[in-house]
């Protein structure tokens, strides 16, 4: 069965940095775009940032460009996010996507929550 097992989620004030990371197994991590998405109380579920299996394609949503990083060691088969200048309005719960052609996986999530 596939896992995605994210962390790094915590309490920070605005302003601060976190890094998450996504842990995967008994996938092949190697043909998989990966991404981070997050899902604020009352709100729909949105995408962050997604990075493409060979690296080339990188996205971000317009709210969290110039501010996170999305990055993956194929080695560790892990992909990470880097967040920076936090704001209140990042607060979510953070889940990691692994996606080819014929699947698709969900993460359980992690807490981010920035403080004002």
């Known amino acids: 069965q596939v896992q995605l097992v994210e962390s790094g989620g915590g309490l920070v004030q605005a302003g601060g940095s976190l890094r998450l990371s996504c842990a995967a197994a008994?996938?092949?991590?190697?043909?998989?775009?990966m991404g981070w998405y997050r899902q604020a109380p009352g709100k729909q579920r949105e995408v962050v940032a997604t990075?493409?299996?060979?690296?080339?394609?990188?996205n971000y949503a317009d709210s969290v460009k110039g501010r996170f990083t999305i990055s993956r060691d194929s080695a560790k088969n892990t992909v990470y996010l880097q967040m920076n200048s936090l704001k209140p309005e990042d607060t979510a719960v953070y889940y990691c996507?692994?996606?080819?052609?014929?699947?698709?996986?969900w993460g359980r999530g992690t807490q981010v929550t920035v403080s004002s």
């Open positions: 996507n692994a996606r080819s052609a014929i699947s698709f996986y």
């Open positions: 008994r996938v092949t991590f190697s043909i998989m775009t």
């Open positions: 990075i493409s299996s060979d690296d080339r394609i990188i």
